[in-house]
């Protein structure tokens, strides 16, 4: 049985101990994607056979359950059980901020916004999991770390979902909007921490998380340019088919 101590933040749920890149965070980073993988073939071949609803359930579960997590950790444990206050509950993370605004690009009218959204969630979700030194660097797997693990999977799962279904694609003239939100979202955070919670390292303006960066210049400069490389790279295979493409029809002519 779960005990209450589960749901308390940094409680050490379960007496046995993470590290990094072990075993559980590996298990972590391959299991889901296999299923992300094998949803996507599965959805091609729904929408294909024509049963395209159940894409469209499939859809508004990942998004519902997104929002039901984020809503109950934000907005009932956040401020009722742990004792944080709305300089906490207020998202300040690109993640976190992804986590709300994602549930809601379901709707149609919500298309032209994925493409500047879409890639920064994919990024931050899956390079948080890659990562995620706070959740396999010490003891126990409570509600606060797997509720983190599941939305931050979520985030990479909702667009390739979609994309799987026809409901979104990654173009190449596009390429700029993920840059220009990226930069708007610095911004907000850059103000957070500033003058609403001073000290903090939203975004990692003021730290640097990595063990690298290129000497001699801010660390935000490697980020800059590992986060312009990372998006390319979530284009590439796509400018790839449409190049191909392109010159299959150019050797028919």
Not at 6 to 17: I, L, W
Not at 48 to 64: S, V
Not at 89 to 117: G, Q, R
């Amino acid at each position: 049985m779960i005990s209450l101590n589960f749901f308390m933040p940094n409680s050490a749920g379960e007496n046995r101990h993470y590290q990094l890149f072990g075993l559980a965070h590996i298990l972590w980073l391959v299991i889901p994607l296999i299923i992300l993988i094998g949803l996507c073939f599965l959805v091609r071949l729904l929408k294909q056979k024509g049963y395209g609803k159940y894409n469209k359930y499939l859809i508004w579960g990942i998004a519902g359950a997104m929002i039901l997590l984020r809503i109950v950790k934000y907005y009932i444990f956040k401020p009722f059980f742990w004792d944080e206050t709305w300089k906490e509950i207020i998202p300040f993370e690109l993640c976190t901020i992804m986590s709300f605004v994602f549930p809601f690009t379901v709707f149609p009218k919500a298309d032209k916004l994925n493409t500047y959204i879409y890639p920064l969630g994919i990024i931050g979700g899956f390079v948080t999991i890659a990562y995620s030194e706070w959740i396999f660097n010490g003891y126990g797997l409570d509600f606060n770390k797997w509720e983190s693990l599941i939305v931050h999977w979520l985030l990479v799962y909702l667009p390739y979902i979609r994309l799987a279904n026809s409901e979104f694609r990654f173009r190449i003239q596009d390429y700029y909007r993920p840059l220009v939100a990226l930069i708007i979202l610095v911004i907000y955070a850059w103000i957070a921490n500033t003058f609403i919670t001073p000290g903090a390292n939203h975004m990692f303006l003021v730290k640097n998380p990595l063990p690298m960066q290129i000497p001699g210049l801010h660390h935000l400069f490697t980020l800059g340019l590992m986060a312009i490389a990372i998006i390319f790279l979530l284009y590439a295979p796509f400018i790839k088919g449409k190049c191909l493409r392109k010159g299959q029809n150019q050797v028919k002519q």
